[in-house]
């Protein structure tokens, strides 16, 4: 029912031009990587797409501004407490259980909205997922959702987005070892920035952002 009532609010506010569609799956597991540049990432990208894709999303996203923990609640997303080890494998070994029951699952490998537009160097969890369950994965590239959503904006306002979706990624390694799941992260942020066509900045957003005092 959610589903059914926020897709036409999402094409009218946003007039989406979606490409790729076809590559994600009508059955089965898959990951959604996706770059990041906005609070409603998470809900926008579900919202487009037929099946339902079970997101992840910091907990201030859901304790914080009520608007931003609407939309999270409405996609059903996974809460994360990115400060914790703890709670950050708890959520893996939770994703890694909806893919095995055959469900979507997407993931913001840079694990926090871009400060300045540009891609960043992806966290290692995705590469964990995808190594740990055998699951495809398939980069995804948003554009546009940043001005939906801006920067301290407290209410969505229109503004056309744009969604590209790549190929299925398959890899073979080991998900306890560090250098593979550097690899395979590696791999999936440089088919992601094919799809966007960003800036590659070889640093973890969130360092960039604690260095301007940006949350």
């Not at 029912?1 to 094409?11: D, E, G, I």
């Not at 990951?31 to 999303?57: E, Q, Y």
């Not at 503004?159 to 299925?168: Q, S």
């Not at 560090?178 to 966007?196: F, Y």
């Amino acid at each position: 029912m959610a589903k059914f009532a926020s897709t036409p609010l999402v094409h009218a506010m946003c007039r989406p031009h979606i490409s790729g569609a076809a590559y994600v799956p009508r059955t089965g597991p898959a990951i959604l990587a996706a770059n990041h540049l906005s609070v409603l990432d998470s809900f926008l990208l579900p919202a487009l797409l037929p099946r339902h894709v079970t997101f992840t999303a910091k907990n201030e996203y859901f304790s914080g501004d009520p608007i931003s923990g609407f939309f999270m609640r409405l996609g059903r997303s996974l809460p994360v407490d990115r400060e914790s080890g703890r709670s950050a494998q708890a959520m893996l070994e939770e994703a890694a259980a909806l893919l095995e029951r055959g469900e979507l699952f997407g993931i913001h490998p840079e694990g926090t909205r871009s400060p300045d537009g540009r891609l960043y160097r992806g966290k290692v969890g995705v590469a964990w997922l995808a190594l740990r369950t055998g699951a495809p994965v398939l980069p995804v590239a948003l554009s546009g959702t940043e001005k939906v959503m801006p920067y301290g904006a407290k209410v969505p306002r229109p503004a056309p987005i744009g969604i590209a979706i790549g190929a299925p990624m398959h890899f073979t390694g080991d998900h306890t070892k560090a250098q593979d799941r550097r690899r395979v992260t590696d791999e999936i942020m440089a088919a992601i920035q094919k799809l966007s066509g960003q800036e590659y900045v070889p640093r973890y957003a969130a360092s960039v952002k604690a260095e301007n005092g940006m949350s």
